[in-house]
């Protein structure tokens, strides 16, 4: 109800029975809390977008060296 600002925080204070400043004080630590829920996590383990996009090129040309090999190890036992 508060987050959504139904209704006000005395409304709120008196229908519970909790002091207004506990109410202000959840209410605060909920929107933080869905704040860093909402972030991106990557971000959070030390990684950028670009170190990402970079990473997955690396993988890709890794990917391409090891298809390149096989190809010619295989070659051979073509029909």
């Known amino acids: 109800m508060a987050l959504k600002g139904l209704r006000s925080t005395t409304q709120i204070s008196s229908t519970f029975g909790v002091h207004a400043t506990q109410i202000n004080t959840w209410k605060k630590q909920a929107e933080e809390s869905l704040e860093r829920a909402f972030t991106d996590k990557r971000t959070k383990e030390g990684k950028t977008q670009e170190q990402l996009i970079k990473e ?9 060296h090891e298809l390149a090999w096989l190809k010619k190890s295989l070659a051979p036992f073509d029909p």
Do not use: P
């Not at 993988?59 to 391409?64: F, K, S, T, Y």
């Open 56 to 64: 997955l090129y690396q993988l890709v040309g890794q990917r391409d």
